[in-house]
């Protein structure tokens, strides 16, 4: 079974400009997450797709990050404009109905904003 | 803001010894899970504890929980230089039960062949 697919694996942008990270979540996974997570700290949520709906995003800073899953099945979360506090790494993760406590995380995305 | 908080910090251990860490939370939870981070890399699901156990163990893991104290406790027994990652808690409260993570900082441990 492939694991939760995240692209891309590191990215180096300079302030102000856009950026988008995509995540594929393990299939027949309804749920997906997007977290956030600095140097030497815990994830922490940003936003929580059920299908395609966004049931949480109340961590979401929505000026500048917005995401999508139109199909509820892969999904986008973007930055922009890109800020140099965003520098970050940006895991997704994926869960299923049945085991809902049990989220697979990806790899994440390492984002350095200069 | 995070509830989870991990002790200690960071622990370094030689190979073949047990490392002990600790989390402790402020609600009240439906469950606590602990993961395990290697360098560079996504979390991974190491085990989980459900409010009404006390203790579970998988391979050389074992977790308490002791929801009186809001604390748990992993315990690796004879750790092995693999071992060498960030470890965390996350709960899920009652309020959002099976969902919303929160997770620790992390104890990062360290295991000297």
């Known amino acids: 079974e492939a694991g939760v697919v995240q692209s891309p694996r590191y990215k180096i942008i300079e302030k102000k400009q856009p950026v988008a990270f995509w995540c594929n979540p393990i299939?027949?996974?309804?749920?997906l997450y997007w977290y956030l997570q600095n140097l030497g700290q815990g994830p922490e949520l940003l936003i929580r797709?059920?299908?395609?709906?966004?049931?949480?995003d109340s961590q979401l800073p929505k000026d500048r990050f917005s995401a999508e899953r139109l199909k509820g099945v892969d999904s986008t979360l973007k930055i922009q404009p890109a800020e140099l506090g965003d520098s970050a790494v940006y895991l997704c993760?994926?869960?299923?109905?049945?085991?809902?406590?049990?989220?697979?995380f990806g790899p994440g995305t390492r984002l350095t904003v200069l | 803001s995070q509830q989870g908080e991990e002790d200690p910090q960071a622990l370094s251990i030689q190979e073949g010894e047990n490392a002990t860490m600790n989390c402790s939370y402020k609600t009240s939870i439906n469950n606590l899970q602990w993961y395990r981070q290697n360098s560079g890399r996504g979390l991974v699901h190491l085990i989980l504890?459900?409010?009404?156990?006390r203790e579970k163990h998988s391979g050389r893991l074992r977790v308490t929980l002791d929801t009186s104290k809001k604390s748990s406790s992993l315990l690796i027994t004879a750790s092995r230089a693999a071992d060498t990652a960030s470890y965390f808690c996350a709960t899920t409260d009652t309020d959002n039960y099976g969902q919303n993570f929160v997770f620790g900082p992390g104890t990062r441990l360290s295991v000297l062949p």
């Open positions: 993760a994926s869960s299923d109905r049945d085991r809902p406590s049990w989220q697979f």
């Open positions: 504890i459900r409010s009404n156990e």
């Open positions: 797709y059920e299908n395609e709906e966004a049931v949480d």
């Open positions: 299939s027949g996974h309804n749920t």
